[in-house]
């Protein structure tokens, strides 16, 4: 079931956030996203609109938007590979037909996700804080508008 996130889930939210990112992105050391914690606990996630994919009442995976940005997308380790990141992506996209995010180009798995999904690299840049290139994709097609013409 996907809800909104309740406060009280921000720890375990940040646990999902950091356990995939140390997993996902083996270029960077998983001491800078230690670092990140607590940011992400108390800036980016009240920032942001949160969803979570709960079952049995344990949270799975999350998505976080800020207006039409897709800012995380982050499923539990051992439950990757079971569709919640889809199904957390098909919810966000419901909320917001058009979607921008960023991705780190060495998530290559992240990057076919997103792009089976509809998106479409925009731009690429550099990232000082981990010193890694990512992807600014976007979701290239609107559900409401007729298919563009060639």
Known sequence: ??????????????????????EAHDGVEPGFWRSQRRDMKEKYLPSAENWVYVRDQAVL???SLQQNVLAALFVDPAHQGEGIGSLLLEH????????????YSMNVRAVAFYERHGFGVM????DDMT???E?????????????RQA
Not at 1 to 22: G, N, P, Y
Not at 135 to 147: A, C, F, Q, R
């Open 1 to 22: 079931m996907i809800r909104k996130a309740k406060d009280a889930e921000h720890e375990q939210m940040v646990s999902i956030w950091l356990a995939a990112s140390i």
């Open 92 to 103: 966000a996209k419901s909320i917001e037909s058009r979607l921008e995010l960023s991705v």
């Open 61 to 63: 995976g999350f998505c």
């Open 135 to 147: 992807k600014v994709m976007h979701l290239d097609h609107d559900p409401t508008e007729p298919p």
């Open 123 to 126: 731009d690429e840049r550099f």
């Open 131 to 133: 010193g890694q290139w």
